[in-house]
């Protein structure tokens, strides 16, 4: 029987899993609930990746007992080793049959991978010297980052995000800003020596900000300390507030603690930012103001990275790379305005004149094919793939 890939994105709110026949090929796929373990536990976590590959096994005519070569899982919350581990371990004991191989990585590296051509040749090779020399570089700084070598077991730490496979990004090939915003929110910056930073990714309890949960959190605040007369409302609330009392099917603000507390469930609470998002596009002030307000939380996170950016990044055609990632970006229109002024104020007050133009790209593609590909790569196979379909501009602006 013909070899089989498989990449996961596991997201907050959503999943996906896709199969690759050896030369690329999308074979099937299949869609779940969220499979990010620090929201659902392991347990949770392991059983619905294991259904989903099982489904998508199904689709594709092949026995679920018949083991994946490879299978790479971008998941959301996938960057803690010891998590990482325990994560590996489960998938492996109690369902023997799902892949020989496994890795696990970060959402935004399999985005990243799924948007990224490796150079001409096999996995790690470049066509010219400087190339090689700089990619031998950043070999050695990974393979210093993962303890010198690929464990027995299959687990790879993509320490910081995989500094070996994230040296090109897109059409400059040298590097970017992955800015995610989806149930959650994350920030990361990958150089062209390989070098990183990063802002946020630290889950809701301690930021989010311009994601769906942070969105629909802001809602309801607003709502709630304007009738408590702690602090008044931008504008009026009359729209937030009904939309929220049918939202979360309760007659009052008391039938929301439920939501907030006993029963609080991250993924059904970011689902508000869809009526948030309805609302803006009716035109309901609040609405568009806290959505300008993401927007601009959005910016923000790359104004962090940008006194670590090297500036070569702001030198190519298209200006700074930026690959957007996330169902919030959905409303890119909404989160313009924010996003602007936060990246123009950043930018005079840092004085960075360098930093001149950016542009905004977006996958195509599902983070699975990402990490399909680096499931692949990890046990030496280069899955070929059309990376110039795999993610598009969407937006360019250059500051005047």
């Known amino acids: 029987m013909a070899a089989l890939y ?17 030369d690329g090929q999308i074979l099937a796929e ?48 996938g960057d803690q080793e010891d998590a990482v581990r325990i994560l590996m371990e489960e998938l492996r004991d109690r369902f023997p049959y ?11 590296a399999g985005s990243i991978a799924t948007a990224t ?31 010198g070598s690929i464990r027995s077991d299959g687990i790879v730490r993509l ?78 609330i009359g729209y937030v507030k009904q939309a929220m009392f049918n939202y979360f099917q309760v007659p009052d603000r008391l039938g929301i603690l439920t939501h ?8 059904r609470f970011a689902g508000f930012c869809r009526k948030v998002a309805e609302g803006a596009q009716q035109g309901d002030p609040l609405s568009r103001y806290i959505f300008r307000k993401a927007g601009e939380m959005l910016g923000r996170h790359v104004v962090a990275v940008l006194p670590e950016i090297d500036p070569v990044l702001f030198q190519g055609e298209i200006g700074l790379p930026i690959l957007c990632v996330g169902s919030v970006w959905k409303s890119w229109e909404l989160l313009k305005e924010g996003f602007l002024l936060a990246l123009t104020q950043g930018r005079e007050i840092q004085a960075q004149n360098s930093f001149s133009s950016f542009t905004l790209l977006k996958l195509r593609h599902s983070s699975a094919l990402g990490g399909a590909s680096l499931g692949a790569r990890h046990i030496g196979h280069l899955l070929p793939m059309d990376y110039s379909v795999n993610a598009i501009a969407f937006y360019s602006y250059t500051f005047s």
């Open 6 to 22: 498989g990449g996961v994105e596991g997201g907050g709110t959503r999943s996906k899993v896709l199969l690759l026949s050896e």
């Open 30 to 77: 299949a869609d779940g609930l969220s499979t990010n373990h620090w929201l659902i536990g392991t347990d949770k976590c392991v059983e619905r990746i294991n259904e989903m590959v099982n489904r998508a096994k199904r689709k594709a005519g092949v026995d679920p007992l018949v083991p994946l070569r490879s299978l790479g899982l971008s998941l959301s919350g």
């Open 98 to 108: 799902l892949s020989e191989s496994y890795l696990i990585t970060t959402d935004a």
């Open 117 to 147: 051509p490796d150079e001409e040749g096999a996995p790690g090779q470049c066509s010219d010297e400087a190339g090689w020399r700089k990619q031998q570089v950043l070999k050695s700084r990974w393979e210093e980052l993962c303890d």
């Open 159 to 236: 320490a910081f995000e995989s500094q070996f496979l994230f040296c090109q990004l897109y059409h400059l090939g040298e590097g970017g800003i992955v800015l995610i915003s989806g149930t959650g929110s994350n920030c990361r910056l990958i150089n062209p020596d390989g070098s990183d930073s990063g802002c946020g990714g630290w889950g809701h309890m301690m930021g989010d900000e311009g994601s769906a949960y942070w969105i629909a959190h802001q809602a309801v605040k607003i709502v709630f300390d304007s009738i408590d007369n702690l602090e008044a409302a931008p504008h009026d």
């Open 260 to 267: 907030l507390y006993r029963d609080f469930d991250k993924c």
